[in-house]
Every structure is written in C-alpha cells, then in structure tokens.
C-alpha cells in the first residue's frame, strides 16, 4: 500500500473492540460507565473514522484502551481476556487495511507463563508489531525478576514494548490519604510512573543486559527530557558515593536508549526538549487517541500535530516522526 509522503502513523492508538468490551462488562461491569462509555471513539468505529478523516493520510496502530486485565481478573480470566483482545484486534487490522496498519498485543501479566505465549502467538500467528504493558503491573516495578523472560523474548524479537502508565486512585499523593485528590493520580502520577518504569529499567542493569531491547515510552518519556542533567549529575554523585550502580557506561546513555511518543497534547517547546534529549530517530507520533481529549474528537490531532509543525527541525526529521521511525521499529508494511 503506497503512501505519499504526508502519510502519518499513530503509533498506538487505544481501541475497546465490541466482544472484548462485552466480555470485560461481564467481569467488571463498573468499567462501563466509568472507563469506556465517556470515550465514544474508544468503541465507535464511526467516530473514530470521521476523525481519522479530517487528517488523511492517517493510519493506526491498535493497542487496547483503558484498563489492563490483571486489573480486573485472575490469572486465568485474564489470559482469555487478552486473547480476546488481541484476536478481535487482528481482525480489524484485516478488515480495514486502510485505517489501521498493525497492533500491539495485549498480555497478561498476572500469568507470566500465559503472558509469554501470547507474545508468541501474537507476533507469529498475528503478525503484531510489539506488546502492550503497564507501568505499574499490579503494583509491581517493570525490574521485578519475574518479567526478565519476557525482556529477553522482545529483544530476540527485536520489537517494541510499549508501556504506558496505569497508576490508579487508590495511590494516594500523602501517606496521610487513602486516594490521590484532583487528579493527580493520572495528571501527574502518570508522568512519574513512566519516569520511575525507566530508571528502574535502567538501574537494574535490563537495558545494559539486553542492549537491543526497544521500549518505547508514553508522554515523551515522561520527566526524563526535562531532567537530564539532574539525571546524570545524580547518578554520577551516587556512583561517586559508592552507590548501588553497578553499570559500565553513564546511565543517562541508557535512557537515551528509550523510544518516546509526541503524546502532550500540543507544546512546541517541550517536544523541542524530547527531540534534543531522544533525538529525532527515536520519536514516535501518537496523541494517546481518544483519551485526554474532553472533546471526544480531534484536538489532540489538532494540537500535537500543529506543535511538530512548529518545532525548529528539518522536514526530514518530522517525517522520522511522523512515520519513518514507527514503520522502522515496528518493521510495519508501508
């Protein structure tokens, strides 16, 4: 499928596919009011084409939306839940090759065992571009031992993990709340969380140890751009203080390693700072389609893509973002 050269690709777009959502209902009928049915785009394929529309050239890489299923079942409820999702996923990349170019699969995480077959499955029998996490996975860190083999599988795969933040309510701001007030939870937490997936990534050793691993960040890597410099001057006091860093290079160069999406809504100045921190090869477009848009409909289009335009680097460097590095690093059929 030929494109021109204004094609953009968004690199995970969140869907909730009609028989997975009939499912999830099943098991946690909460989820309908609350989570899915605000984001009519999340479910209404019409919707979602119209909006699609007013940007075409545009294509989609599917990715479930909203909550992880270790969030909202067992072991064993939440490996069918993912085949479920990724299945109905694999059929709309089939049915509508000219909306959407690919998918991340969904896993299990509460089921390590299940969670690495699906991988496989999804990637071989599916043809899925990378896998979906979230960061915390049941409140655990992305460095817990138990998720080593899954690291290890991706980087002989040589395909993206894709985490996203999932921090919930009930993680209070002060330790003298029971729950997070106005938001902060998702308005900031979020933010923490991928930073924090990323340093414990990165301290661990995961990402001198599988040099090749490829994860690929939300929100521009959340506070890393920003504090780079802290990053490394930090890190190289507790390595001078006899720290806990056990790693043979810097350990900023690691988190350079990192791939981020333009996922802020807008903000020309802060997508300069990803750019000058990841570099242009390691930038990804994507507006965390449909969510954090009180519009339900192309404001964060509108938005992200007006900043790219406004940013000081070359056309060559926006069509990196805009398409090349998604179709590179998720070896996409353009």
């Known amino acids: 499928m030929k494109q021109p050269d204004s094609l953009k690709i968004d690199a995970y777009a969140h869907i909730v596919p009609p028989k997975y959502r009939e499912a999830l ?3 946690a009928p909460e ?3 609350r989570q899915i049915l605000p984001s009519p785009p999340l479910y209404d394929l019409e919707r979602r084409f119209r909006i699609m529309d007013k940007y075409e050239p545009l294509r989609q890489v599917l990715t479930l939306g909203r909550i992880p299923v270790e969030h909202v079942a067992g072991p064993a409820k939440a490996a069918e839940l993912a085949r479920l999702a990724d299945d109905e996923m694999a059929e709309l990349v089939a049915k509508y090759p000219d909306r959407f170019v690919g998918a991340l699969a969904t896993l299990a995480m509460n089921n390590i065992d299940a969670a690495l077959e699906e991988t496989d499955r999804a990637i071989k029998d599916l043809k899925f571009q990378g896998v979906y996490l979230h960061t915390p996975i049941d409140e655990k860190p992305l460095d817990a031992p138990e998720f080593l083999p899954l690291y290890e599988k991706m980087s002989q795969y040589d395909l993206p993990i894709v985490i996203h933040p999932m921090r919930r309510v009930d993680h209070p701001d002060f330790l003298t709340e029971k729950t997070s007030k106005y938001n902060m ?10 930073t924090a997936a990323m340093a414990r990534l990165v301290f661990s050793g995961i990402m001198e140890k599988y040099p090749n691993l490829k994860i690929l960040t939300h929100h ?27 790693l043979k290079r810097e350990a900023i160069d690691y988190f350079r390693m990192f791939y981020a999406d333009t996922a802020i809504y ?8 990803g750019h000058t921190f990841f570099g242009a090869d390691h930038i990804l477009f994507g507006i965390d389609f449909p969510l954090g848009d009180i519009e339900h409909g192309d404001r964060n289009y509108r938005q992200t893509i007006s900043a790219i335009e406004q940013m000081g680097i ?3 460097d926006k069509k990196k973002i805009y398409k090349d590095n998604a179709i590179k690093l998720m070896r996409l059929s353009i």
Not at 220 to 246: C, H, K, S
Not at 266 to 273: I, S
Request: net charge negative.
């Open 185 to 194: 939870f998702s308005l900031f937490g979020w933010l923490y969380d991928t």
């Open 25 to 27: 209902y099943k098991v």
């Open 266 to 273: 807008g903000n020309p100045t802060a997508l300069m700072c």
């Open 220 to 246: 521009l890597g959340g506070m890393v751009p920003f504090y780079a410099e802290r990053i490394r001057q930090f890190t190289q006091i507790g390595r001078d203080w006899g720290g806990e860093l056990n």
């Open 31 to 33: 989820m309908h009011d």
């Open 314 to 316: 070359t056309e060559d």
